[in-house]
């Protein structure tokens, strides 16, 4: 199974969890204005993945000192496959140019990924792929349909468009329906090179 039909099925798990909750109580005030917070996406596609027996890591830290204290919103550690494989997630609430440029900046954090851990602790480390994982949620179909199929949009569409032609991410999307109002599950893999030193 490729990593990408891994993360598919997460997200179809994913957006069923999101249906039952969201049928029981929707969480946000002006439903028709605010959509739902990302860290609905994010806490649901961490609980799919703990139920796979991966081990998830909320908030983690960039291992690279000149990052900062620049955080993930999801590390994903799938030890089940040889060699392991960590996603390094990040995930929007996709409504505007302004959010999509925030991807473009995801996607260079994401590509920078460094464990955070001591240089004397790297030796120990099994050999693992690396995959970055963009995950965003919006109720707007026009957002939905370009998240599909990428056409000019403007400024900040078009730099995420060629970001992720240059990185060659595989994009889907899933929506949500049945809910107070239908939501558009959208999301990306593409593969991270391991830095050398």
Known sequence: MTIHKTVS???????????????????????GV?????????????????RRRMHVYPEASHGAPSNGRRRFDLLVIDPNHTPNTTFIVETKKLFSSGKA????????KILS????ISSTDKASIPLEKRVGVLLAITQRE????????PYP??????????????VSAKMDCKTIEGVLIKQHILYATFDVPEKHS
């Open 153 to 166: 949009y403007g400024s900040g569409w078009d730099r995420l468009r060629d970001k992720l032609i240059v």
């Open 34 to 50: 605010n959509g739902l917070q990302e860290a609905n996406l994010t806490y649901h596609f961490a609980a799919e993945c703990l």
């Open 101 to 108: 440029r925030e991807i473009v900046d995801d996607i260079d």
């Open 9 to 31: 099925g997460i997200i179809d798990e994913t957006c069923k969890l999101m249906s039952d909750g969201l049928a029981h109580y929707w969480p946000v005030i002006n439903a």
């Open 142 to 149: 026009d957002v939905a349909e370009w998240w599909c199929d």
């Open 113 to 116: 990924f460094e464990r955070a």
